[in-house]
């Protein structure tokens, strides 16, 4: 049964850069689209970006001057930068796993999340 | 980008009530949608997959339709666990996009 588990700072000042990590457990990390979503309190679901197992990326053309996402495949991890943040980036951040489509960006949708991780901004 | 909109956003409903949930997208998605269901303080789960194709272990009493811009999450007969905010979520285009939210809750 794999597992994702994000991690990272609860709290980081506002102009700083954001960092976080999601650690695949129980399954392989090839063959899978990985992406990091985020849902402020109170608020609906925020699409970051994806990273591929091979490392390509696609990022929504929101956050795509501040986030970039790498893949550490020895370690099993994901990991998810976004600079300059502001109080606006306080959110739930979670990881997800996706199975890549022909035809579709994804195939099944995202079939397995992480519990997610909470960052506020704040100095 | 393709923007999803789900009606209604909160609706009250009463177990064994039959519950339809409709998601529009502002182009065609095809067949390339998931519906979600989270609890507070938990991520979402995926329910249904290409519109109408239910996730292993979901219950039957959650079906999808639709394709295209027009979507439908029905919940037969609501069960006490079915209480939740539920999301629906085109993956044909980037960026992935989710609609609002709906929020069933007892009535």
């Known amino acids: 049964q794999v597992h994702l588990q994000e991690s990272g700072p609860g709290l980081v000042k506002p102009s700083e850069t954001l960092s976080l990590t999601c650690t695949v457990s129980?399954?392989?990390?090839?063959?899978?689209?990985w992406s990091w979503i985020r849902q402020p309190a109170g608020k609906g679901l925020e699409w970051i970006g994806r990273?591929?197992?091979?490392?390509?990326?696609t990022y929504n053309p929101s956050f795509e001057s501040r986030v970039t996402m790498s893949l550490d495949t020895s370690n099993h991890q994901l990991s998810l930068k976004l600079s300059s943040v502001t109080a606006a980036d306080s959110a739930v951040y979670y990881c997800?796993?996706?199975?890549?489509?022909?035809?579709?960006?994804?195939?099944?949708?995202?079939?397995?999340w992480g519990q997610g991780t909470t960052v506020v901004v704040s100095s | 980008d393709i923007q999803m909109t789900q009606s209604p956003s909160t609706l009250s409903a009463s177990v064994g009530d039959r519950v339809i949930i409709t998601c529009r997208a502002s182009?065609?998605?095809?067949?390339?949608l998931a519906w979600y269901q989270q609890k507070p303080g938990k991520a979402p789960n995926l329910l249904i997959y290409k519109a109408s194709n239910l996730e292993s272990g979901v219950p039957s009493r959650f079906s999808g339709s639709g394709s295209g811009t027009e979507f439908t999450l029905t919940i037969s007969s609501l069960q006490p666990d079915d209480f939740a905010t539920y999301y629906c979520q085109q993956y044909y285009s980037y960026p992935l996009t989710f609609g609002g939210g709906t929020k069933v809750e007892i009535k």
């Open positions: 129980g399954g392989s990390i090839s063959n899978y689209h």
């Open positions: 997800s796993r996706g199975v890549p489509g022909t035809g579709a960006a994804f195939y099944y949708g995202m079939d397995v």
């Open positions: 182009q065609s998605c095809s067949y390339w």
């Open positions: 990273i591929s197992a091979t490392g390509g990326t």
